[in-house]
């Protein structure tokens, strides 16, 4: 296939979709389609049934689902987007981008009518809805429900602000998200996210962030580490056809943030699929001014203050998810998946007893939760007190709300309305 144009490559491939269905006939026939129990209108061209494979106007659902949709003329290819999130197929071609990821599709999306017709399952599946085939009506049923997530609302003196507890990398069946709280964003005057990631570090603290990751006295990995590990580390290196060494010149906390990164792209995880980067393209969409409650910086230096027993046996901690291996004593490290589906059920009792098990460690209970909130805190009742009585959508990994140290326990302590929504 040939490379698609710089519109395409400039999309940050992040969730989007694509489809096609399975049915009795092996004839050309009309159908309809269903978006969670609400019929999607056609008007010039219809979906049709052929050779059991539902085709359906790309540019009709796609934007019936909120994507903004771009023709690629030379490249006979569709190009949709909303908040980040893409897709892009290509006439002829079975394979599809979502988010920058091929999708192989049964059939090839075609041109009918003029109209470019893309596979319904493709589009369903790919942003994570249930795709059914209802076949005595003739209807595709595209059903998802919206993630019950975690927010709350805090009031004081008619002033409100929304906090959001997030998963920062995230995939497709994050979404949607529940009407209130996307309601909840729209009314804020501003959005404020732990750290800015759709703005890139500057110069400077791009180089304090690389000078933190890694070692100035001569010293490497192996000797910060025991051999164990480094022979760990060394066969994950092989098997991705790198250089044994080359993560010598980085400390423990770099190399276990750089494998984690490894693992959660290899599951369909992105960061461009986290809650806070989809907030924050609406934000920069609809010109909302955005906030931050940390920076860069001051998080590297969190990792870099652990302890180096810590870093290791967050290292071994990674390698074990990847190999398997009996578990690393004093394992706290939940798992993308874990985080995810709490995050969708919006498991409140699931959320304390994952809270709980990172207090079995209580370094990385300290530095990663307990010493930050004091700065949160401060921040957040400084919004609750603003003059203007503007609103503000908060949104910081949804670790920091629950539990006896947690944002949403120390507001209600300190007096302020606390609801959980």
Same mark, same amino acid.
């Given at each position: ?48 049934? #052929?050779?059991? /494979?539902?085709? %359906? @106007?790309?540019?009709?659902?796609? *934007? $019936?689902? !909120? =994507?903004? +949709?771009?023709? &690629? ?38 041109? #009918?009518?003029? /109209?470019?017709? %893309? @596979?319904?399952?493709?589009?369903? *599946? $790919?942003? !994570? =809805?249930? +795709?059914?085939? &209802? ?46 709280v996307e309601a909840a964003f729209d009314n804020a005057d501003h959005l404020v996210v732990e750290v800015n990631v759709a703005q890139v570090p500057d110069k400077q603290t ?216």
């Amino acid at each position: 296939m040939k490379k698609l144009t710089s519109l395409f490559i400039a999309l940050v491939m992040v969730f989007v979709l694509a489809t096609s269905v399975q049915a009795e006939t092996t004839t050309s026939s009309a159908a309809t389609v269903w978006l969670n129990g609400k019929q999607v209108q056609f008007v010039d061209n219809q979906p049709f049934v #052929e050779k059991g /494979t539902t085709f %359906v @106007p790309a540019s009709t659902v796609l *934007e $019936a689902l !909120g =994507y903004a +949709v771009a023709w &690629d003329e030379e490249n006979s290819a569709i190009i949709a987007e909303k908040y980040g999130f893409s897709i892009a197929v290509q006439v002829g071609n079975v394979v599809g981008y979502v988010n920058g990821i091929e999708r192989t599709m049964t059939v090839a999306p075609k041109i #009918e009518n003029d /109209t470019v017709y %893309v @596979p319904i399952r493709f589009i369903g *599946e $790919a942003i !994570g =809805y249930d +795709v059914d085939w &209802d076949g005595q009506t003739r209807a595709v049923l595209l059903t998802k429900e919206a993630s019950k997530g975690y927010i709350w609302k805090v009031e004081k003196d008619g002033v409100e602000v929304h906090l959001l507890g997030s998963v920062h990398l995230g995939d497709a069946s994050m979404y949607p998200l529940r009407d209130e709280v996307e309601a909840a964003f729209d009314n804020a005057d501003h959005l404020v996210v732990e750290v800015n990631v759709a703005q890139v570090p500057d110069k400077q603290t791009a180089q304090e962030i690389a000078t933190l990751q890694t070692y100035s006295d001569g010293s490497t990995l192996k000797d910060h580490v025991s051999a164990e590990t480094y022979k760990r580390v060394q066969t994950f290196l092989t098997d991705l056809g790198l250089e044994i060494n080359a993560y010598d010149a980085f400390k423990p906390w770099a190399v276990y943030l750089d494998m984690s990164n490894y693992v959660a792209a290899t599951s369909g995880y992105q960061g461009g699929l986290g809650i806070d980067r989809y907030y924050l393209n609406r934000a920069q969409e609809q010109n909302k001014p955005i906030l931050e409650l940390e920076s860069y910086i001051s998080q590297v230096k969190i990792f870099d203050s652990y302890s180096k027993e810590l870093q290791e046996q967050q290292v071994n901690e990674v390698l074990d998810g990847i190999y398997g291996g009996t578990e690393t004593a004093g394992s706290t490290e939940p798992s993308i998946q874990v985080l995810t589906d709490l995050w969708i059920q919006g498991d409140d009792a699931g959320l304390e007893q994952l809270i709980a098990s990172i207090q079995e460690s209580p370094e990385l209970y300290e530095k990663l939760l307990k010493a930050r909130h004091a700065g949160m805190i401060e921040k957040i009742e400084g919004y609750l007190n603003n003059d203007n009585k503007d609103s503000y959508f908060i949104i910081t990994g949804y670790l920091h709300m629950l539990g006896e140290d947690g944002l949403v326990t120390s507001l209600k302590e300190k007096g302020y309305t606390v609801t959980r929504i």
